[in-house]
């Protein structure tokens, strides 16, 4: 089957982390978001990647890191092409430079020409998809963790590519935290004292994507973090802001590749 060309893991003795490794040349991602750091690289074949604005093709010797909340977006330009990528919580990146003695490090959303680094996050991903010692997996993160953060990590403020606003911030908080209920673009509007023009159209030039889009990634990660529980389906569907199990699996086969209950399969 198709979707089988797209697999998710998450290495037991890792919190936090996720990894991706998708063979489907097809599949390709519209402006989304993570609440989470993204690093990744191409196997096979290239990616054109837009993030921040800028668009730029990934090369064999490069990988892209995300910031967590930056829209990007990526699809394939060659005939074949494998992509993996790595989900890192911010807060693991953060205890990893604490433990080197550093402060609170972030990273710039944006491609890295650096063939070491990238060598180290190509050894890394493969270990944490097949290998379960929990000492080895450890320590080979820290590593290379630890090798990103000295050569590319930024200290003293992650300085955003966009600059968010006052309005665009109170919406993505309301969007955020409330997006189980049923809301109406006029009511975030009026919440956000704009119309609803006005508000679409400040909304997609600093983020990158509409207020609709944004809505449905904060439902869309929010089903994704609860199908590693036992809860059904419908119901993470329902307290996720979707309106069955059937509005869910649409949704999320074409922000992830598969199925909801595929992807859960895969990560348990």
């Known amino acids: 089957m198709k979707n089988q060309l797209v697999t998710y ?21 519209a402006p989304h978001v993570h609440d989470s ?8 074949g290239g ?3 837009t993030v921040g604005g800028v668009s730029d093709i990934l090369q064999p010797d490069s990988f892209g890191i995300v910031a967590p909340g930056e829209v990007h977006a990526n699809h394939a330009v060659t005939d074949r092409r494998t992509l993996h990528s790595m989900y890192v919580d911010a807060a693991i990146v953060d205890d990893v430079a604490r433990q080197r003695g550093e402060r609170v490090a972030e990273f710039r959303s944006r491609l890295y020409r650096d063939p070491e680094a990238r060598r180290k ?3 890394l991903h493969a270990l944490l998809m097949h290998v379960d010692d929990p000492f080895a997996v450890r320590e080979a993160f820290i590593e ?16 955003a590519v966009c600059r968010d606003p006052v309005k665009v911030r109170q919406v993505k908080t309301i969007m955020s ?53 036992k809860n059904a389906i419908t119901d993470i569907a329902l307290e996720s802001g979707f309106t069955d199990q059937s509005h869910l699996t649409r949704r999320f086969h074409a922000r992830f590749g598969l199925t909801p209950g595929r992807y859960r399969t895969q990560i348990a």
């Open 177 to 229: 935290e409330r997006f189980g209920e049923p809301l109406d673009l006029d009511g975030v509007a009026a919440e956000a004292g704009c119309s609803v023009c006005h508000l679409i159209r400040l909304f997609r030039r600093e983020t990158g994507m509409t207020p609709h889009a944004y809505l449905m990634e904060c439902r869309l990660n929010h089903a994704r973090s609860r199908l590693s529980g």
């Open 9 to 29: 893991h998450r290495p037991a003795s890792l919190d936090g982390v996720e990894l991706l490794h998708c063979a489907d040349r097809d599949f390709s991602l």
């Open 121 to 123: 996050l190509v050894q």
């Open 144 to 159: 290379s963790i630890g090798l990103l953060l000295e050569r590319h990590g930024e200290y003293g403020g992650f300085v």
């Open 47 to 49: 990616d054109r990647v």
């Open 37 to 44: 750091y993204v690093f990744w690289f191409n196997g096979l």
